[in-house]
């Protein structure tokens, strides 16, 4: 009789005969040993009784050790999460012969065994094999297939079930409402929230909180609210599913009352609720609500470990506090690159430049290397206090390190070349990128167009075009207004003409700059003179179409006639 591939602990002293456990209890010790979860102790323990039940000559003792000892050991395997000691489980029925593992107990444990595990082909070669598909096995493959993202999968499989007459359970129909969320198929999620009011699920929490998170993953905040509120009894998890309902459809207001009713009931938020709910107020500036955040993971007993910590810091910085967050950073007792990015970025926000340049020192000290983000704060550091000599070094950094090809990091060397009158090493760093973009051309021509230098900035703005890369509105307006800035009127308005006629639609921007331009310089004679006809009304109805995209707090303003004299109604506000 084979025996557990499992090698065998040494033992001074052989096991006697009356050791070995009885044959009626040696599955209900197994049993027993499978509820200690994650306690790898015990899963050994299990494997040593089964071997030594099966090292023993008796017939009576081996018939004990029958399926459903096996079906018992596999789930000592689930609980602890040990796939290699589920596979040896698996080659050992294997090697017992077909009873074993054709038997439909050991088959249906064997497919839950390896979708707990997540090995997805393991799990769908065994479920595959069964004679006979059980509601276990089905949710099993069902809600790995839906933990993989395997979404239609698992709506594939939950057909499948039903056409083979097997019911959905309490624990197929949560899997498939994930499925349906992961879709977006929020008729089918509803078509199945029907079925369990039907199937008698109504007061299952299991279910309930499913169909939270469902409706809130779908949109449908109003209506997830509505089966929360009709549950009997509520869980940390679906409170948590409500709040993170509110949270990513932008409900903040809900949230923080959900946030502080959570409080009231004594329900602490899960970690990942608590991240989502402090990004959210950064994002809102809403510094009351992170400062909630921050005290409910102190007093939670949340460990400040990396990602809470750097995600408070975030919070801070984003709200202006600056100080908040660098008494979180330096009471951090580990930090990541991530950290001190964020740490430094606070830094140049605040306007506080020596923290920022001192942080990046104090980086390279704690052994941290620096990325691209830290490289494209440093660098900007340097922008703003002048600093060429660091600068240079960052480039040398950058270069050295093969970071120098990031765009944010190009865009940053540029502007620090040409704030400090380095023009050829700003375009030296353009030139050597293999790949340039819209963002690194926007970024050279602005920089031409803030120093005057509209001859390069127009030359740039032609080899995009040659390049196969489309100019932006924006980009136009950058060389429009380094035309205008050297009083080259007549060839802003060329510009302009060209602008339009590469169907580019003009902002607030590019009237601004013509209007001030053109006022600013003096026109007043009739460009129509020049102008074909057709020219002049494709300027018109440029004026028009921007006089209806512009309808708040608008002001009439008569500037130099383009084609025509241009009439125009231009909006108060910011594009």
């Known amino acids: 009789m084979a025996t557990l591939p499992l090698p065998l602990p040494a033992t001074p002293y052989p096991p006697k005969p009356h050791e070995a456990p009885r044959p009626a209890s040696l599955n209900a010790t197994i049993a027993s040993l499978s509820q200690h979860g994650s306690d790898h102790g015990s899963l050994r323990e299990a494997f040593v009784l089964v071997s030594r039940a099966e090292s023993q000559s008796s017939p009576a003792v081996g018939v004990a050790v029958g399926p459903e000892v096996y079906a018992s050991l596999l789930q000592c395997c689930v609980s602890a999460g040990s796939l290699g000691a589920g596979r040896q489980v698996h080659a050992a029925a294997v090697k017992r012969g077909p009873y074993y593992w054709r038997h439909a107990y050991i088959g249906t444990k064997l497919a839950v065994f390896y979708a707990r595990c997540g090995a997805l082909a393991d799990a769908e070669r065994v479920f595959d094999t069964l004679p006979k598909k059980n509601a276990f096995a089905w949710a099993a493959v069902i809600g790995l297939w ?26 197929v129909v949560p899997n498939v409402l994930k499925a349906c969320a992961g879709n977006g198929m929020l008729a089918a999620g509803r078509a199945l929230h029907g079925y369990a009011w039907k199937a008698g699920f109504r007061e299952c929490v299991y279910v309930l909180s499913s169909l939270v998170d469902f409706y809130g993953k779908c949109g449908e905040v109003d209506d997830a609210r509505e089966v929360f509120d009709a549950m ?46 402090l990004s959210a107020s950064a994002d809102f500036e809403a510094a009351d609500w992170g ?71 104090r980086m390279l000290q704690a052994d941290l290397r620096f990325d691209c983000v830290t490289l494209a704060s440093l660098i900007m550091a340097c922008v703003k206090s002048c600093s060429v000599e660091m600068g240079r070094a960052a480039h040398g950094y950058a270069v050295r390190n093969n970071l120098e090809s990031d765009i944010a990091v190009a865009c940053g060397l540029i502007e620090l070349y040409m704030s400090t009158e380095r023009t050829e090493h700003a375009r030296r760093v353009f030139d050597v990128m293999s790949c340039r973009d819209m963002v690194m051309c926007k970024a050279m021509i ?35 207004s380094a035309l205008m800035k050297n009083e080259q009127t007549d060839k802003a308005l060329e510009i302009f003409y060209e602008m339009l006629l590469t169907k580019t639609r003009p902002n607030l ?22 102008a074909p006809e057709s020219d002049r009304e494709t300027l018109s109805q440029e004026s028009r179409r921007f006089q209806s995209e512009n309808e708040q707090g608008e002001r009439v303003v008569n500037s130099a006639a383009v084609g025509t004299k241009l009439s125009l109604k231009i909006a108060a506000t910011e594009a």
Not at 260 to 272: A, F, H, N, S
């Open 146 to 171: 839906s933990r993989a993202g395997l979404h239609a999968r698992a709506l594939a499989g939950y057909v499948a079930m039903l056409e083979a007459g097997v019911p959905a359970d309490n624990f």
């Open 446 to 480: 602005s920089a031409y167009a803030d120093r005057g230098m509209s001859s390069e900035a127009l030359k740039l703005l032609y080899q995009m075009e040659v390049e196969g890369i489309s100019p932006t509105a924006s980009c136009w307006d950058s060389v429009i």
């Open 509 to 530: 921007r590019t009237w601004s700059l013509l209007i001030s331009g053109l006022s600013r310089n003096g026109m007043h004679c009739e460009y129509g003179n020049t």
């Open 291 to 361: 400062r909630q955040g921050h005290a409910v993971a102190v007093s939670s007993g949340l460990e400040m470990d990396v990602i809470l910590g750097s995600s408070i810091i975030n919070f801070y910085c984003k709200v202006g506090l600056v100080e908040a967050a660098e008494a979180v950073f330096e009471h951090m007792v580990e930090r990541d690159t991530v950290t001190w990015n964020l740490m430094i970025a606070g830094y140049l926000q605040d306007g506080q430049i020596d923290k920022a340049l001192i942080t990046c020192q």
């Open 232 to 277: 009997p009894e509520t869980t940390v998890v679906t409170w948590n599913s409500m709040l993170m309902g509110y949270i990513n459809n932008g409900r903040i207001d809900d949230a923080v009352e959900l946030f502080y009713q959570m409080r009231v009931e004594g329900v602490l938020p899960t970690r990942v609720s608590l991240l989502s709910f």
